[in-house]
């Protein structure tokens, strides 16, 4: 695979000279792009063009620019800024798991998930990014049609599945905003504002129209038949927070068409999945690609890995990192799911960094409190590596381990098609695979005492720092509210009640401005 993925960061960069395709973001969803030919011209000259053009879609979900790390597609800061660290601050930080300790504005109010406003940088940057993303495949959808370029119906498919996956974190984070497509694209009058409703409905109507379309295999770091059978469980997986209606039963068949019709299979060993060579895993289904050399980004997994390090504590070069910036460290909330994780067997449990660090999170500023994760890091699994200021570890955004548990929460859920027995199963797989002890029907038959509780503290412990953390807990309900309190939720030491308006963000203040259709989230 390491072939395939040098051809897709070859292609990424060979079309940085051709295309800086947005400046605009909220307020210019009809930008045109910036570029020394018309897109129509460009492919005209070139067809293959287009794998080029399309690469720097799918890099729009983990670099800042075209032009390297200190450059930016949007006028947001070019470090801050990027669509993964969006997620990873507004999935993760927000929620139990993970504190930052920078104190910067607004990121203050994400690790204490209080005083959430809609002036917070960060609100604005992820719900920018969504609006640069967006209008990028409006545009390339509005000219393909008339282009001859192989293999056509795939690469169209590919780029709504982009817009989709785009479009699904305006539905999960924010719940709302406009819906924006090639058929309204380059209109000049302020898009209608759509329900959260709308856009799941846009968002499952082309996932299902292009699942049937999309390769089995492709290039590594494209879109497969598999991602979109992803993002179909996971958009299904939440429709009862995101319409008012379960669809626990279609959430089954998507993941289970994952696990059974695809070509993934679980790693031998769960390290392997967050190392510099993970582009090499059979569990990775879809990737967001890191490169230290030729896809520099402080908003990759480089954002991870260095925040998670620092000098004084961690030894940088064991990790593959030549700077710790000593910003994100996990609570008791993390490795509590462990129980006594010093003796645990489980490897997971071992992926904390405790020397020198205190159990207690008693000053979530303080580097000291709390426990960083070492799950991801920039060296290579099998054979050697060279540290380096830049991470070239690709990030897991979908994989089969996922797929297991969300057939299993569904089996839980009492599901159409699916058994208790399968479920446990794949439960086990994941915990035998990490040597933690297996399960038994037992274990989670009983829906609300123990069934559902169990598997979302599995889902903590397999996949956090992977941007579900938020999701999930608002799906069992105990995100906002007394019911489940974590070291700094409300702003306070042992935790308090959040209010319910926190299941969704603020509409950015930027946001309203520029589009008077849009009207705020209640509560802020």
């Avoid at 607004?106 to 998930?113: I, K, R, V, Y």
């Avoid at 699904?168 to 959260?196: C, H, M």
Wanted: proline share 4%; hydrophobic share 35%; with cysteine.
């Amino acid at each position: 695979m390491k072939n395939t993925k040098n051809k897709f960061l070859k292609l990424l960069t060979s079309f940085v000279v051709f295309i800086t395709l947005f400046t605009g973001c909220t307020n210019d969803l009809d930008t045109k792009p910036e570029i020394e030919l018309t897109l129509e011209e460009l492919l005209a000259e070139d067809p293959q063009a287009v794998e080029g053009i399309l690469s720097r879609l799918y890099g729009s979900f983990a670099l800042s620019g075209a032009n390297g790390s200190g450059s930016s597609d949007i006028s947001d800061d070019a470090g801050e800024s990027p669509f993964l660290r969006g997620i990873v601050n507004l999935q993760d930080f927000a929620a139990d798991a993970m504190k930052n300790r920078w104190g910067d504005n607004g990121l203050d109010q994400l690790t204490t998930t209080s005083n959430w406003t809609s002036e917070n940088k960060f609100f604005r940057y992820l719900y920018n990014r969504i609006f640069f993303t967006i209008p990028q495949c409006n545009n390339l959808l509005s000219i393909l049609p008339n282009v001859e370029v192989g293999e056509k119906e795939v690469i169209i498919s590919e780029v709504r599945f982009i817009r989709a996956l785009a479009n699904f974190y305006l539905i999960d984070v924010f719940g709302k905003g406009v819906l924006a497509t090639e058929e309204n694209y380059g209109q000049t009058e302020p898009l209608p504002q759509a329900t959260r409703l709308e856009l799941f409905n846009f968002v499952e109507s082309e996932l299902l129209a292009i699942e049937p379309i999309l390769l089995t295999t492709n290039t590594y770091g494209r879109a497969t038949k598999g991602a979109a059978q992803m993002l179909l469980a996971k958009l299904y997986l939440n429709a009862e927070v995101y319409t008012g209606n379960a669809q626990y039963d279609n959430a089954a068949i998507y993941a289970n068409k994952v696990i059974t019709e695809g070509p993934y299979t679980l790693a031998t060993d769960f390290v392997s999945i967050f190392s510099g060579d993970n582009n090499t895993s059979t569990e990775i289904i879809f990737p967001l690609i890191a490169d230290a050399q030729v896809s520099q980004s402080f908003g990759n997994t480089t954002y991870i890995i260095n925040g998670s390090l620092n000098a004084d504590t961690t030894p940088l070069a064991q990790f593959g990192a030549t700077e710790g910036w000593g910003g994100h460290r996990s609570s008791k909330s993390w490795y509590g799911l462990y129980r006594n994780f010093n003796i645990s067997t489980d490897v997971r449990a071992s992926l904390f960094w405790t020397n020198g660090h205190n159990y207690e999170m008693n000053d979530y500023k303080e580097w000291t409190d709390g426990y960083p994760s070492i799950k991801f890091r920039n060296t290579n699994f099998t054979g050697s590596s060279d540290p380096s200021s830049f991470s070239s570890t690709d990030f897991p955004l979908f994989r089969l381990a996922d797929a297991y548990l969300m057939y299993a929460e569904c089996a839980v859920r009492g599901a159409a098609d699916t058994d208790i027995t399968t479920a446990v199963g794949y439960v086990n797989d994941v915990r035998e695979r990490s040597n933690a002890s297996p399960i038994t029907a037992v274990d989670i038959q009983n829906n609300e005492s123990n069934g559902l509780p169990f598997i979302l503290n599995e889902r903590g412990r397999e996949l956090n720092l992977e941007g579900h953390r938020r999701t999930d807990l608002i799906r069992y309900g105990v995100f906002t509210g007394s019911t489940y309190l974590w070291p700094w939720k409300g702003g306070s030491i042992d935790g308090t009640s959040i209010p319910d308006t926190y299941n969704v963000y603020p509409i950015p203040s930027s946001a309203l401005q520029a589009n008077p259709n849009l009207t705020q989230n209640p509560g802020y």
